[in-house]
C-alpha cells in the first residue's frame, strides 16, 4: 500500500485505539526501510506527484508475527476528563455538566462510527473487536447517564469556603 492507503487502513481499524498522524507515519516507513523491514517501489502518476507502495519483507513479516506473539496486553487508560473531575469540587457544576455533556457526544460519534464502519470486514475476529469497543463505550455513556448526579450534589469548594468566612 502507498503510505496514505495506510493511514486510511488504520484510521478505520485502530483509530479509536491509536492516534497515528500522517506526519508520523513516513518517518516511521523510511526507517523501516532503512532496516529492511519493509520495501518499496517508485509509481509514477500522471498529474500527480510519484508515490511509494510498500510491502513487508519476509524479515519485516517474521517480526511483525513475533511481536504479535510475544506482546502483552496492557491496558493503558489516560482521560483528560477523568483528569478534569479530580477538580469538580472546584468548578462550577454548569462546567461539570458541559465536560460530561461533552464526552457523552464524543462517546455517540464513536458508536455511530463503530455501527457504520468504513470497512467492510465481516470476519469473527473484527466483529468480536468492534463488539468489545461498542460495549466499552455503550458502558461509558450509560455510567454518566445514570450517576452525573453524584458530581451536581456537591457545590463547588470555592463556594463553600466563602459561606464558611461570611
Known amino acids: 500500500m502507498a503510505g496514505y492507503d495506510i493511514k486510511k487502513t488504520l484510521d478505520g481499524d485502530v483509530a479509536g485505539v491509536l492516534d497515528i498522524r500522517i506526519s508520523n507515519l513516513y518517518p516511521l516507513l523510511n526507517e523501516l526501510a532503512d532496516s529492511g523491514l519493509i520495501n518499496f517501489i517508485l509509481v509514477e502518476q500522471i498529474n500527480r506527484p510519484n508515490k511509494k507502495v510498500y510491502d513487508l519483507t519476509d524479515a519485516g513479516r517474521t517480526l511483525c508475527i513475533n511481536s504479535l506473539l ?3 496486553v496492557r491496558q493503558r487508560f489516560r482521560s483528560e476528563l477523568l483528569f478534569l ?14 465536560l460530561l455533556d461533552g464526552r457523552i457526544c464524543e462517546l455517540r460519534g464513536y458508536l455511530d462510527e463503530l455501527t457504520h464502519p468504513s470497512t467492510h470486514k465481516t470476519n469473527a475476529y473484527h466483529s468480536f473487536k468492534l463488539g468489545l469497543a461498542k460495549t466499552v463505550l455503550q458502558a461509558e455513556v450509560e ?8 458530581l451536581a450534589r456537591h457545590e463547588p469548594h470555592r ?4 459561606a464558611k468566612r461570611a
Open 159 to 162: 463556594k463553600r469556603r466563602a
Open 85 to 98: 473531575l479530580q477538580f469538580a469540587r472546584l468548578m462550577p457544576g454548569s462546567r461539570i455538566e458541559e
Open 143 to 150: 455510567y454518566i447517564a445514570d450517576n452525573r448526579h453524584l
Open 70 to 72: 510475544k506482546c502483552e
